[in-house]
């Protein structure tokens, strides 16, 4: 008889638990061991669940991944250096993972100013553990699934980010993500501070081989002190086999801005999880979002932003477009706690339908217990408009252009949002990449 989910990763971490970054630290061993009793007794989630009503995870469950690559770094070949160059994004401080393993040869980090760290978390275990400590200690006990046991229990590596008091970033740093291994899972772990009235861009890849079946579990963390301004935008490009479950944390203090962006193109089954508190007044944040799906992918965003203090502004703005008989989940929850008084929020999510068998799920939420706000949400879920087709037809474009255009129209509203030139350059080739050629020559 086969090992169980929670029997498979007991054996994995005792196979793998010497060679797991900071190793020698009392704190963090207790924490992992911690995480990992956690998942042994609730699994992974299920359809039961509340927040996983509509995701069902059972086709991850079933899969045995490894969780440390089979092959030492030196057997990465000629062509995933191909495959980073084709990745990475011009003007940026570059950090590259392969296979969930920082790669210094094909990281370029470039000049960094003063009060800018930026590092492996691997590196930083070694260097500066006691910056961590806090920060992943307050976690235990308290997760919100067993894939965040998973991922505090195997964390390995991921991006270390520091900006010192006022220190600022004027390129964004990119931290590309690479998958090239069947058969591995990597729980990649991000950590961003930014101190008071820093300010600094991040862009979150995460790409994989075509046809590889594979998994990652990333955990993300920022901290936005007072009057930081700190972006993080989300690309995900996995493999169409492969599994891709993510969560962000924010905690936001007094003055900070925070912009998120979360892009999911690839994978079969993908959940991203972002949660925000603006936890001191006069905080802002915006979450844009833009899910496009075939085939029979899945893809879900559950998103939660708290609003503790008075004087919070919140904007959300997700788009989905599904084709074929893909599946997507958008749930938005925005929570208005007593003591925030003169709240404004709004949050808007709206669907594309381009086949019969697409299914979308969406529940934006409000949660208001205060009495001087100004919030509002809504969803739509609907078709390519029958006049907006009308016109374009009556103008000579032929009906595939015209539904293309209208689709790329649709969808180009989320990317043109974007602050960041080479992230909105790299989204629209992506987007005119889907175009027929005749299409391209009418844009």
């Known amino acids: 008889m086969s090992a169980t989910a929670?029997?498979?990763y007991l054996a994995e971490f005792t196979r793998v638990e010497a060679i797991l970054p900071g190793r020698r630290l009392p704190w963090l061993t207790r924490a992992r061991k911690e995480a990992l009793a956690h998942f042994a007794q609730a699994g992974f989630p299920t359809l039961r669940q509340e927040d996983w009503k509509y995701t069902n995870v059972a086709a991850l469950e079933r899969n045995r991944f490894a969780v440390s690559p089979q092959h030492p770094d030196d057997a990465l070949n000629a062509a995933v250096s191909v495959q980073i160059e084709m990745l990475a994004l011009p003007d940026t401080h570059l950090l590259v993972f392969v296979n969930g393993r920082h790669q210094p040869q094909w990281s370029h980090l470039?000049?960094?100013?003063s009060g800018v760290t930026l590092t492996s978390l691997a590196a930083a275990l070694e260097r500066e553990p006691e910056l961590l400590e806090d920060l992943i200690c307050r976690r235990a006990h308290n997760y919100p699934s067993g894939f965040a046991a998973l991922n505090a229990a195997f964390m390995a590596d991921g991006a270390y980010i520091r900006l010192?008091?006022?220190?600022a970033l004027e390129n964004p740093i990119h931290l590309l993500f690479l998958a090239t291994e069947p058969g591995l899972v990597t729980h990649p772990r991000n950590v961003v501070i930014a101190e008071e009235g820093s300010r600094v861009a991040i862009v979150e890849h995460h790409a994989g081989t075509n046809g590889l079946t594979y998994s990652t579990n990333t955990l993300t963390d920022i901290i936005a002190?007072?009057?930081?301004q700190v972006e993080h935008h989300k690309l995900q490009q996995?493999?169409?086999k492969a599994f891709h479950?993510?969560?962000v944390n924010v905690d936001q203090q007094h003055g900070s801005r925070f912009a998120s962006s979360s892009f999911a193109l690839g994978g079969e089954?993908?959940?991203?999880d972002i949660n925000v508190g603006l936890n001191a007044e006069h905080t802002e944040c915006t979450l844009n979002g833009l899910y496009m799906t075939g085939g029979r992918q899945h893809v879900d965003h559950h998103t939660r932003i708290d609003h503790t203090k008075p004087h919070g502004k919140s904007r959300e703005f997700y788009k989905g477009v599904l084709t074929g008989a893909s599946r997507a989940v958008f749930n938005g929850k925005v929570v208005v706690h007593p003591d925030a008084q003169q709240t404004d929020a709004n949050q808007s999510n709206r669907n594309l339908l381009l086949s019969e068998n697409a299914e979308v799920d969406t529940k934006p939420q409000l949660e208001i217990y205060a009495d001087n706000v100004k919030c509002s949400h809504g969803a739509t879920v609907g078709q390519l408009d029958a006049d907006q087709i009308y016109y374009l037809r009556s103008r000579g474009v032929d009906d595939i252009s015209a539904r293309a255009l209208l689709t790329f129209a649709f969808a180009e509203d989320v990317v043109e949002r974007l602050s960041l030139a080479p992230l909105r350059s790299r989204l629209e080739k992506l987007l005119l990449g889907q175009l027929p050629e005749q299409v391209k020559e009418l844009l």
């Open 6 to 8: 929670p029997e498979h």
């Open 164 to 167: 010192a008091a006022g220190a």
């Open 225 to 228: 002190a007072r009057d930081a």
């Open 238 to 240: 996995e493999s169409l």
């Open 110 to 113: 470039g000049a960094l100013p």
């Open 245 to 247: 479950i993510a969560s």
């Open 269 to 272: 089954l993908a959940r991203v």
